[in-house]
């Protein structure tokens, strides 16, 4: 439905608690729905092995959460 959900909101309290601790720092909320299955899908793709997947998948999820925030501020810097 694209509504925020409890992890979200769980999320959210979380960060608004971190900026309280670290006045000065950007602290900033990415989507990040949808990186696992990526990450499945791409060492599926990979022929990586099944119990071989299981120790990746999360490292690459991460890595696909880092280079979309990183593509997103190339854009936002292109279109200023």
Known sequence: SGEAGERARRAERFVAR????????????????????????????????????????DRIAAILILQSWLDAQRLARETT
């Open 18 to 57: 971190l900026r309280g601790r670290i006045a000065g720092v950007p602290v900033e909320l990415w989507d990040e729905r949808l990186t696992t299955v990526q990450a499945e899908r791409a060492l599926v793709g990979g022929r990586v092995r099944r119990g071989a997947r299981r120790g990746r998948r």
